[in-house]
């Protein structure tokens, strides 16, 4: 019996197989490789990305292939068109929901649950203006950045001021992960936040594996810590939920009590599990990242006197002309214009997030190939941020390509673009401008290994997380 079924399971796998090769035969695929059976070409994607240079995948297909503008591989399992150039850009972020739409790998499918990420159109609509409604421009000038400076000096004063030498990275993890507690749920118990902390680590080195539920995997302990993190939010929400009613808390106060106050244009008011979903969602988009970029700035600072100074100049005269105390605010924010600049070309040279997936919803005809329905398509910023076609003296630092109009439409993309575009791009320029005015004011830094490597793994970091050695600001 058990022969006959397997029988019957191998003819249907050639069947499929015979009738989906005669189908891309047809078509003109673009031209690439898939590499090997189901490992397919991800063991040169991820080496790149290890070696701290995700462009090379991209650049050494572009040379062999000899086309610019797509090549076809196969990576974690799937099919793939990678997307080169400004013209892929514009393509992919102006036909969501029409010819593409987003896609994550499984991992972070089954990890995140119902939220922004794992749902699409009208929905996933609804959802961002939601999750935008806080965390726009406008909701900055009025509350968050005195609160984030507020947050950001407590945290000097804790975790630098006094100490000679310190892990950029796991200190700024830490900033990173209290600011979005604090301004996400109120959350103000260090112990609290260290503890949702520990398990937020497990949760993430879950994202980038095989998705297998066995005890002993990362992916099964990640699983885990999920849902060990689900139970605490959902602690959290209900408590708030009766504070809310008791008239103890504000609707305003915070993105946890605006999400259990806004309904959509039916009243339709969103359940706690994704309420929990969308906040787990937001801590891991918020926080690793804007670590990456921040860890990256200290360590172009170190290695470059001359821009320290200019940035230190620069936040001097915001600081010189406040009052002893004064907090930031967002017209302060407006003024650092060379310093955001600095944070752009850092974020030029190793973006924190090399790039992003969307699928084909249809067969699609681009450039004189086909990507057939189903296939998921890469856009690499990577690779066009160091692509001397659309940036000159490619990896030369220089801050001053991005004042006036600064780079071509589409050839800088470290936040994505279009409809699905980081929504926490106002969020992560406050939150890095801010910790920049409160070091760069306090300290002078050395850099304890110099030309030290960054690697992707998936995010930019540097291999050591950047060991520096501190000495207070005398100004
Ligand atoms: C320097 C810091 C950051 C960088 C470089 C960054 C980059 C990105 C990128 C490349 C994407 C994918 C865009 C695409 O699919 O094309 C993304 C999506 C997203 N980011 Fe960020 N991000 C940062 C900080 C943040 C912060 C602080 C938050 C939240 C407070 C956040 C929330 C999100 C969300 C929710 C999405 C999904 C948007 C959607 O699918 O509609 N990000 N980010």
């Known amino acids: 019996m058990i022969q006959v079924l397997a029988l019957i399971v191998i003819v249907i796998v050639i069947v499929f197989w015979k009738l989906y090769k005669y189908h891309t035969n047809k078509i003109n695929l673009p031209p690439g490789s898939f590499g090997w059976p189901f490992l397919g070409e991800t063991l040169a994607f991820l080496r790149a990305n290890w070696d701290g240079v995700p462009e090379r995948f991209v650049r050494e297909r572009i040379d062999k292939y000899g086309s610019p503008l797509v090549f076809k591989t196969s990576l974690l399992g799937d099919r793939m068109a990678v997307l080169c150039g400004p013209a892929g850009n514009k393509f992919l972020f102006g036909n969501e929901n029409k010819l593409v739409a987003v896609w994550w790998p499984k991992p972070?499918?089954?990890?995140?649950?119902?939220?922004?990420?794992?749902?699409?159109?009208?929905?996933?609509?609804?959802?961002?203006?939601?999750?935008?409604?806080?965390?726009?421009?406008?909701?900055?000038?009025?509350?968050?950045?005195?609160?984030?400076?507020?947050?950001?000096?407590?945290?000097?004063?804790?975790?630098?001021?006094?100490?000679?030498?310190?892990?950029?990275?796991?200190?700024?993890?830490?900033?990173?992960?209290?600011?979005?507690?604090?301004?996400?749920?109120?959350?103000?118990?260090?112990?609290?936040?260290?503890?949702?902390?520990?398990?937020?680590?497990?949760?993430?080195?879950?994202?980038?594996?095989?998705?297998?539920?066995?005890?002993?995997?990362?992916?099964?302990?990640?699983?885990?810590?999920?849902?060990?993190?689900?139970?605490?939010?959902?602690?959290?929400i209900k408590a708030r939920r009766a504070e809310l009613q008791e008239g103890k808390a504000s609707p305003s106060q915070d993105l946890l009590s605006h999400l259990l106050t806004s309904s959509d244009e039916n009243g339709t008011y969103l359940t706690e599990m994704e309420i929990a979903n969308s906040i787990l969602l937001l801590l891991f988009a918020g926080h690793d990242t804007s670590a990456s970029s921040i860890t990256l700035l200290m360590k172009t600072l170190g290695e470059h006197p001359d821009v320290y100074d200019k940035v230190l100049k620069e936040q001097l005269e915001i600081s010189n002309a406040k009052k002893e105390g004064e907090l930031l605010k967002w017209e302060d924010m407006q003024k650092m214009r060379y310093s955001w600049n600095v944070v752009l070309e850092v974020m030029r040279l190793n973006p924190p997030v090399y790039g992003a997936y969307r699928e084909a919803l249809v067969d699609i005809e681009y450039a004189g190939y086909t990507i057939p329905k189903g296939w998921k398509i890469h856009y690499s910023a990577a690779s066009i941020h160091k692509d001397e076609a659309h940036f000159e003296d490619v990896t030369c630092f220089d801050p001053s390509r991005f004042e006036g109009a600064g780079p071509t439409p589409f050839t800088y993309v470290p936040f994505g673009g279009g409809p699905r575009m980081c929504l926490g791009k106002e969020f992560a320029r406050m939150e890095v401008l801010a910790f920049l005015h409160n070091i760069i004011t306090n300290f002078k830094w050395k850099l304890l290994i110099p030309g030290e490597k960054i690697e992707y793994d998936p995010l930019a970091t540097p291999v050591k997380g950047v060991l520096i050695r501190l000495h207070p600001n005398v100004v």
């Open 108 to 236: 972070v499918k089954k990890l995140f649950g119902r939220c922004l990420i794992t749902i699409r159109g009208d929905e996933a609509k609804w959802m961002r203006k939601m999750l935008l409604s806080y965390l726009s421009p406008d909701v900055f000038v009025s509350r968050y950045v005195a609160a984030m400076d507020a947050v950001t000096r407590r945290h000097i004063e804790v975790h630098w001021r006094g100490k000679e030498e310190v892990n950029v990275f796991q200190t700024i993890k830490l900033y990173a992960f209290e600011l979005a507690c604090r301004l996400f749920m109120s959350l103000e118990d260090p112990n609290h936040i260290a503890k949702l902390g520990s398990l937020f680590n497990i949760f993430l080195k879950g994202l980038n594996e095989i998705p297998i539920e066995v005890p002993g995997t990362r992916f099964y302990s990640a699983k885990k810590a999920a849902a060990a993190i689900r139970t605490k939010l959902a602690t959290i």
